[in-house]
């Protein structure tokens, strides 16, 4: 297989009418990456050599992401949607470079995997010069279905064309359809458009190359890797089978979840074996995890790196630029964001630390906030290893508190300050005596009057 050139080519032009949306349809996310993105990692993972991505009218955004995701891809754009095989030859320039198999795919199947990809290639390359991905339908309803005789594709029936016969066939196609490059443009260009509603459709071609004598072939795959979307309810259909698959892969990988169908992936988290994941946590995009780590339930994390040994939460949220060492401990209600913790460091409850950096072994403690905007810009706290913050502490940036500082509870504190050092920043207590008794009086005195 690896001997053959592949070029798939990516039908991405639909809008999102019917997810209500103005964003293109393969925009839409599953797993924070839109759903064209997973489709773009599938061919890159299947050895494409090229791939081809069929866009509409001002896709920009569409085009930067595939550009970031499959750089070497083309963009070709279908200006009037006139059907299937219309969309597929607006991408004639990269069709007349040859490719031992073209594969026309659609950009809203996120669930295709690479083994999809392989038993289509595997017909090209047996000597099919037509392959088509099917698969047994549950409901068939309102599919295309595949006539099969002696082996052999003969047709796909749409199911507003199909005799009643016709409609008993539960083998039904998934859009997915494989080319022998040698033939691939010919059978394009001869797909005609005399049908109600006048457009090309891709679904004409193993007809049309079954007349002409070529093999026309059907391969069995899985109903539900080739689900398209074109609702919000579909959308989240292929969201929950792509959680199922995540939580899978996790458990497979030596990772504990307590209650996998409470925890939530993104396409790309990184969790290494022999870490526990506790009930309700979510993986936003970018998060790496090493063994020995406990997440602890109702947590949240996103762009962050957690080292060796650490724990995380309950309720506690990891925002992007977060990066704890080996050994550090995160706990209840506390946030991070473009942060360093480091090793064996203790942030335990009810704090805010941002755009800091905190020092190996140093405790910070509960309430304490890092006070990193203006209004204007960010400004940056360093604490030094081995620093302790008292409760309920402010600390003003830009700041720099050296090694071994103590700071005293509910200070707050503005200026550097060094190595080992004591710092208390509140003001003095004062005690007045017999003054409570006089202000109970004079607020008794002053409700009776109102009242």
């Known amino acids: 297989m690896s001997q053959?050139?592949?070029?798939?080519?990516?039908?991405?032009?639909?809008?999102?009418?019917?997810?209500?949306?103005?964003?293109?349809?393969?925009?839409?996310?599953?797993?924070?990456?839109?759903?064209?993105g997973h489709v773009l990692k599938t061919l890159n993972a299947a050895d494409a050599d090229r791939i081809a991505v069929v866009v509409g009218p001002d896709m920009q955004a569409l085009e930067e992401l595939v550009g970031r995701l499959a750089p070497g891809a083309s963009c070709h754009q279908q200006t009037d949607r006139l059907g299937t095989a219309h969309a597929a030859l607006a991408a004639r320039s990269a069709l007349e470079v040859p490719a031992d198999d073209v594969l026309i795919l659609f950009g809203d199947t996120p669930l295709v995997t690479p083994a999809a990809i392989s038993k289509v290639r595997d017909q090209l390359a047996a000597g099919a010069d037509v392959a088509v991905l099917g698969f047994e339908a549950a409901n068939p309803f309102g599919y295309g279905r595949l006539l099969i005789e002696n082996g052999?594709?003969?047709?796909?029936?749409?199911?507003?064309?199909?005799?009643?016969e016709e409609r008993k066939v539960t083998f039904c196609n998934s859009g997915i359809m494989g080319f022998n490059g040698k033939v691939a443009l010919d059978l394009l260009d001869a797909i005609g458009s005399d049908n109600a509603k006048g457009e090309f459709y891709l679904t004409d071609a193993p007809e049309i190359a079954s007349r002409r004598g070529l093999k026309v072939v059907a391969v069995a795959g899985d109903e539900e890797e080739v689900q398209g979307i074109n609702t919000r309810a579909q959308l989240a259909t292929c969201e929950a089978v792509f959680q199922k698959r995540m939580r899978q892969m996790a458990l497979d990988n030596g990772v504990s979840l307590q209650a996998p169908d409470t925890v939530y992936f993104s396409h790309d988290t990184e969790i290494e074996p022999d870490v526990t994941v506790e009930p309700n946590?979510?993986?936003?995009?970018?998060?790496?995890?090493?063994?020995?780590?406990?997440?602890?339930?109702?947590?949240?994390l996103e762009g962050a790196s957690v080292g060796k040994g650490s724990t995380v939460g309950p309720y506690a949220r990891l925002r992007p630029g977060a990066n704890l060492a080996e050994g550090s401990h995160i706990g209840n209600f506390v946030e991070i964001k473009n942060a360093s913790v480091g090793a064996g460091a203790k942030v335990n409850h009810l704090s805010y630390i941002g755009d800091a950096t905190v020092g190996e072994k140093s405790n910070i403690g509960a309430g304490t906030i890092t006070c990193n905007y203006d209004g204007f810009g960010k400004h940056k706290t360093e604490i030094g290893a081995g620093s302790f913050v008292g409760s309920n502490s402010t600390l003003v940036a830009p700041l720099t508190l050296g090694e071994g500082v103590y700071v005293a509870a509910g200070s707050v504190v503005t200026e550097a300050v060094s190595d080992n050092s004591l710092v208390i920043g509140r003001g003095r207590q004062v005690e007045k005596s017999g003054r409570a008794e006089e202000l109970r009086a004079r607020f008794k005195a002053a409700k009776a009057e109102k009242s």
């Open 152 to 164: 052999k594709l003969l047709a796909i029936r749409e199911e507003k064309d199909a005799s009643e």
């Open 4 to 36: 053959r050139s592949f070029l798939p080519i990516v039908l991405a032009a639909g809008l999102g009418t019917r997810m209500r949306s103005e964003m293109p349809k393969v925009m839409h996310a599953i797993g924070n990456l839109p759903i064209v």
């Open 281 to 300: 946590v979510v993986f936003g995009p970018g998060v790496s995890i090493e063994s020995g780590v406990t997440i602890r339930a109702f947590s949240h």
